[in-house]
């Protein structure tokens, strides 16, 4: 491994979107600092390259979280993908504790990471956080999932304005559905699915450009974003009609 290596910490990344976007970083020869829970699936992953380290631990658990990664380690890329997706299925029995470990584990982490880690990112460095296209439109059972993504979009473009002076550049992912084992248990119709392979191609490109707000599918995405003007009194019918009977 070059000591002239840029590194890139990847949370969630023993799975899905997060998986491949460590194999394409490592393959373009960065050394990758492969996050997750799982350690069989990080150890496999470590076995496809050199460039490849795996650090285990949970998110949620702060301690674990600030000693998981060398206290030295200069980072050029970081990225918070790590998350988790559970739908309300009955509002009015609205399941709190759902809430809770939706909102902890995609948003409220990323505010552990943030402070255990900005500070290692190097000047000129980028940071990207993980939201989804869910975020540009209020989505039906999405209550907890697309809380906490709107809370990420809002989160980088503060961050956004205010790492500027310390030249930290910040990117916002909105995927529209990609094949991963989150989206696998979905029971509707995933419309321009993609797979996790160009996700990961789409990532590392926005990344290394410094884009802002990394979007794809564009034909899926940008069809969101135009709905996404719509005054509310003109989406909700739309949205009602996603309602499953
Ligand atoms: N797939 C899509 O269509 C889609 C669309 C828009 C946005 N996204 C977002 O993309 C990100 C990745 O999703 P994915 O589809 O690739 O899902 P996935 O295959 O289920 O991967 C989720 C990853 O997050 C990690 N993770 C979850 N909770 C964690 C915790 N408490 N501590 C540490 N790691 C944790 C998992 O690691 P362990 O299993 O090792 O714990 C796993 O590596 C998520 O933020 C998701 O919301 C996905």
Redesign the pocket.
């Known amino acids: 491994m070059s000591t002239h290596s840029r590194v890139v910490v990847i949370?969630?990344?023993?799975?899905?979107?997060?998986?491949a976007v460590a194999l394409e970083y490592a393959q373009q020869g960065f050394m990758v600092y492969a996050?997750?829970?799982?350690q069989t699936?990080?150890n496999a992953l470590s076995d496809n390259s050199v460039n490849i380290t795996p650090c285990t631990?949970?998110?949620?658990d702060q301690t674990e979280l600030k000693n998981a990664l060398p206290k030295d380690l200069a980072i050029d890329h970081l990225i918070l993908?790590?998350?988790?997706?559970e739908y309300i299925d009955n509002p009015k029995q609205f399941d709190g504790a759902l809430f809770e470990r939706v909102i902890q584990?995609?948003l409220i982490?990323v505010g552990y990471c943030l402070e255990a880690w900005l500070k290692q990112v190097k000047f000129g460095g980028q940071v990207g956080l993980?939201?989804?296209?869910?975020a540009y439109v209020p989505l039906t059972r999405a209550e907890a999932?697309g809380a906490s993504?709107a809370g990420i979009s809002y989160l980088a473009k503060t961050l956004s304005v205010d790492l500027e002076p310390q030249e930290i550049g910040i990117s916002v992912?909105?995927?529209?559905?990609?094949?991963?084992?989150?989206?696998n248990k979905n029971d509707f119709d995933?419309p321009g699915?993609i797979d996790?392979d160009d996700?990961a191609k789409a990532i590392f490109k926005g990344m290394s450009k410094g884009t802002f707000d990394i979007h794809f599918p564009k034909g899926f995405t940008w069809t969101l974003k135009v709905l996404s003007f719509l005054p509310f009194s003109l989406w909700r019918p739309l949205a009602k009609r996603m309602i499953k009977t």
């Open positions: 949370t969630g990344a023993s799975s899905g979107i997060g998986e996050c997750g829970r799982n699936k990080l631990f949970d998110l949620n993908n790590a998350g988790t997706c584990t995609n982490s993980m939201s989804s296209s869910a999932y993504k992912i909105h995927p529209g559905f990609v094949k991963t084992p989150l989206t995933m699915i996790a996700a």
